[in-house]
């Protein structure tokens, strides 16, 4: 179970009624958009854990390779609600702000400290999720973890999102409100939401649809090639770190059973990933490739 999924849900719950406090004050174009960012977030997330949840069951008659493939389910439908709640909802409010521009309330102090404390928040929640998919060069290695990878990008998209709204309030604070300028701020944040929740989507779909793990592949190939194995491998990722194997073997392998537990060890050591099962297929015999021939 993921940490960095918890962790999220708690603080982005804190930082929406901040922003929330700092809408109220101001009516804000930007802060609404930002408070809005903050909820879908929240509820983007509880379907994360959701998927986490579900997942874990085991396998049973109808999945007999376990649920692992529900977190890219839940995954996929918390991408959709960001794009049409964070990125829909935003873009038309400011729209609708910059078309019917509204007299604006002057930030204070009060609503500035509020957004850095958010700005607070937000940065341990993407420092959790970061350390959790082994730093910015683990992120490549882990991105079939979309769950943690979900979390992450809407934390950096939130902490972008709170540094545009820190400019719309500072430049408030000192200058008075500039109505058009909060809402063109709003539609931009609208905008990288909506991004954000495209490439998500993307993700999850194709890892819903029978992908492999071209570096687990390439992984057990070499393996075998270093027991003179002649084999190309094609694996199908059945979770975040676990995948099944298929092998085909250009000749007889002798104890292939064996052969095969091996090699889910070496997964195991060198990438940190389960094979659940190895499958093997060997070339047909002579005789059984001239009798079909003759049928």
């Known amino acids: 179970m993921s940490s960095s999924v918890s962790i999220a849900i708690g603080t982005n719950t804190v930082i929406a009624i901040s922003k929330g ?41 109808e999945h007999p390779f376990g649920h692992g493939q529900e977190k890219f389910f839940w995954a996929l439908v918390s991408a959709v609600s960001v794009f049409f709640i964070g990125c829909g909802i935003n873009i038309a409010h400011g729209i609708q702000a910059l078309l019917q ?128 194995i002649d084999a190309s491998v094609h694996s199908l990722v059945l979770d975040d770190d676990t995948a099944m194997l298929f092998v085909r073997a250009n000749g007889e392998v002798p104890q292939s059973n064996a052969i095969g537990d091996e090699l889910a060890d070496h997964v195991q050591a060198t990438l940190g990933k389960r094979a659940s099962a190895v499958y093997w297929k060997f070339p047909k015999p002579a005789r059984d490739a001239h009798a079909a021939a003759g049928a």
């Open 101 to 228: 521009p509204a007299e604006g309330v002057s930030f204070s102090p009060l609503v500035i400290g509020l957004l850095l404390f958010a700005l607070a928040l937000e940065s341990w929640t993407f420092l959790v999720a970061l350390r959790e998919l082994g730093g910015f060069g683990g992120i490549a290695r882990n991105r079939h973890n979309t769950t943690v990878l979900a979390v992450l990008l809407e934390d950096a998209v939130a902490l972008l999102g709170i540094v545009l709204t820190l400019i719309v309030a500072v430049s408030g604070y000192w200058l008075g409100p500039h109505p058009e300028f909060d809402a063109s701020i709003a539609i931009v944040v609208g905008v990288l939401l909506g991004t954000m929740a495209v490439f998500l989507a993307a993700i999850n779909r194709r890892i819903l649809i029978d992908t492999a793990d071209a570096e687990l592949d390439r992984t057990a190939e070499r393996w075998l090639r270093e027991r003179h």
């Open 21 to 61: 406090v700092g809408w109220f004050l101001t009516g804000s174009p930007t802060l609404f958009a930002e408070t809005v960012h903050s909820l879908a977030d929240v509820g983007n997330q509880v379907l994360l854990k959701i998927g986490e949840v579900r997942a874990r069951r085991g396998p049973d008659e």
